[in-house]
């Protein structure tokens, strides 16, 4: 008897904690926030507070009631007694505590300490190369633990982690990688390409590319120097043609003047040796 007198008191603490529930939640600004209950009792009233500030109150067959800012983004679930705020905001954040009494007039109480947070920053996806492997990493900044959804091109990794450990061999270059990170309602992703992850490849495509175009370069600095080698030759031939003609004009015209004047010359010459023939051969 006396044992179970002694056991009285921590009987009724025992039932006292079995009715309390304390839990930390979280919440991301803009999102529509549920608090997770679900009652599986038929429920008679429900009082909601907010750092012992009533915010929403539901009895019998009346409609619920909201008060301060969840009057207008508030919504009481009678069945299950769960509370929805909509667009969260900063000042959401607060202890709040559900008191409901089933059919039996029993009441309980459930705590939750809701945390509202920004959101996720936008991910960003490093990629290293260890022997034969790639390892690509996804971080985001974010208080929480966040869930992270890998692709390859088209198909999705199972590996839900931080970071994938890839082969080599079976990447295409071609392709791009794909993370997504998630929390809530909240879904956010980023992408990157292979041709990344290996910038030795990359140097030498692009040391291909300009070697192939300064040989083309090259080759049509060579075809436009014989392009201008022949125009140049041309011109110069067709000077020369000019200033030839010129100078065998020139040398023509020399060549006769010379010619008629010794001609002349020659003429008289005869005329006089004549003249001198006829007085030689004249009677005496």
């Given at each position: ?16 904690l079995a ?11 803009g ?18 507070t ?45 202890t709040?505590v559900?008191?409901y009494?089933?059919?039996?007039k ?13 959101p996720?920053?936008e991910?960003?996806i ?18 929480q ?10 198909k999705?990794?199972t590996?839900q ?22 929390f ?55 000077k ?18 010379s ?7 020659d ?18």
């Amino acid at each position: 008897m006396r044992l179970l007198a002694g056991l009285g008191p921590l009987l009724f603490l025992g039932s006292l904690l079995a009715h309390i529930h304390c839990e930390d939640v979280f919440g991301i600004v803009g999102e529509n926030f549920t608090f997770p209950v679900k009652i599986d009792q038929k429920i008679t009233e429900i009082i909601w507070t907010k750092n012992k500030d009533k915010v929403a109150e539901w009895e019998g067959q009346t409609n619920p009631t909201y008060f301060t800012s969840l009057r207008n983004r508030g919504l009481l679930n009678k069945d299950y007694g769960s509370l929805t705020i909509f667009n969260l905001e900063n000042g959401d954040a607060g202890t709040y505590v559900l008191d409901y009494f089933d059919s039996g007039k029993k009441n309980y109480d459930l705590t939750f300490t809701l945390a509202v947070l920004d959101p996720p920053s936008e991910p960003e996806i490093s990629c290293n190369i260890s022997g034969d492997d790639i390892l690509l990493k996804c971080t985001a900044d974010f208080q929480q633990p966040l869930r992270y959804t890998w692709k390859l091109g088209s198909k999705s990794i199972t590996q839900q982690t931080q970071e994938v450990v890839i082969s080599k061999a079976i990447v295409d270059a071609s392709k791009k990688a794909s993370c997504f990170i998630n929390f809530s309602q909240t879904e956010k992703s980023s992408e990157i390409s292979f041709t990344q992850c290996f910038p030795d490849n990359t140097d030498k495509e692009l040391n291909k590319e300009d070697g192939a175009l300064k040989d083309k370069q090259t080759v049509n600095s060579g075809a436009n120097q014989e392009e201008l080698s022949t125009k140049q030759n041309s011109t110069l031939a067709s000077k020369c043609g000019a200033d030839n003609g010129a100078s065998e004009e020139d040398i023509c015209k020399t060549e006769n003047s010379s010619l008629l004047v010794n001609h002349t010359d020659d003429q008289r010459a005869n005329e006089g040796a004549l003249l001198h023939f006829e007085h030689a051969v004249e009677p005496l």
